[in-house]
């Protein structure tokens, strides 16, 4: 083990080395709860657009308030404009929000297109001119979600590491990075050791490490390697919160327990997806729910099929037909 399993991120600290992501499309309060029920210290929303949270009628509505159960919990803003995201920032906080996380990784082509996430990367000036803003305009942990640069030519690389070294010197909290480039996405393996030189040039900053953290068991070894603070688990936790369960039982020495079965991946399936229902028209929280599903499902023997099942599905009775008849009649037939 590690000599130290707990994380600080400013003035707050974890007692293990991790936390959930922000997960576009996913990351909302359901989730979030979930996470934390089976261990999870702290997570941060799905990420929020800055230039919508600075309306006040966007701010209000319910689904971007902190639930009172989960704290702490943290908001990530998309952005570019230092005053539109030192407002926002400031608003959340207000609304809040314990911690703010600064997205300068998302990959995706939209963001990119507007110079936003990713996109900043080649622009350090930019990029430290938004944190600075928002570092003025809150009194929170400030963590900044970075890529290894936008692909891996010099430029970018120089690029890289003028901003880490410039955030580390401005105050940043702690920088959570990804080990890929903004153009490799999600292909490929996450390259850690770029992580782990990181945390050598600046052994005293909080570096969290990021990318293909789906396996508990090595994760050990994963940072006793590179030396890193902690790591955070995105696409892992998806329709897996047991994930957070054995991560804590490895981090505090215990015997991690055996996989669910068949009867708590339904309680919790059905938990999550009912969750939805209270809050989202049946269609939209139908058609929401299916992208969980593909996590839940890799843990049934026949997941492929299941699946294809509730992909078809299109209603709640649907839905709930088809998890009973894949996890209740389909387990009492294999007994």
């Avoid at 929170?140 to 979600?145: D, F, R, S």
């Amino acid at each position: 083990m590690p000599d130290t399993v707990g994380l600080k991120l400013g003035n707050l600290t974890l007692d293990v080395p991790f936390f959930q992501a922000s997960l576009s499309g996913y990351s909302n309060y359901h989730m979030r709860v979930l996470a934390r029920r089976y261990g999870c210290p702290f997570a941060l929303t799905d990420v929020m657009l800055a230039k919508s949270m600075a309306n006040p009628k966007v701010l209000a509505k319910t689904c971007f308030r902190p639930g009172d159960n989960e704290h702490p919990v943290g908001a990530q803003i998309l952005g570019k404009t230092p005053a539109t995201m030192a407002k926002a920032a400031r608003d959340l906080v207000a609304a809040g929000y314990d911690v703010i996380d600064l997205n300068f990784a998302c990959p995706a082509p939209k963001v990119l297109r507007r110079g936003r996430g990713g996109a900043l990367l080649d622009n350090p000036s930019a990029l430290i001119d938004v944190f600075k803003a928002v570092q003025d305009a809150v009194d929170c942990p400030i963590l900044m979600k970075l890529r290894i640069g936008t692909n891996h030519k010099p430029q970018s690389q120089d690029c890289f590491w003028e901003i880490v070294t410039r955030s580390i010197e401005g105050g940043v909290d702690a920088l959570v990075i990804h080990g890929r480039t903004v153009s490799e996405r999600y292909r490929g393996k996450a390259n850690w050791d770029i992580l782990a030189s990181v945390k050598r040039r600046f052994p005293a900053a909080t570096i969290v490490g990021s990318g293909d953290i789906f396996d508990p068991a090595t994760t050990v070894d994963l940072l006793q390697r590179t030396g890193l603070d902690g790591f955070i688990v995105a696409r892992g936790a998806i329709g897996n919160p047991w994930i957070f369960r054995d991560l804590r039982c490895i981090w505090e020495n215990r015997p991690v327990p055996a996989p669910p079965d068949l009867a708590e991946q339904r309680e919790i399936i059905l938990e999550h997806f009912h969750r939805i229902l209270e809050g989202s028209p049946e269609k939209k929280a139908t058609g929401y729910f299916r992208k969980f599903m593909a996590g839940y499902a890799r843990r049934h023997p026949k997941r492929k099929r299941v699946l294809l099942d509730l992909m078809k599905a299109t209603t709640a009775a649907q839905i709930e037909a088809s998890i009973n008849a894949w996890y209740v009649d389909f387990a009492i037939e294999a007994e």
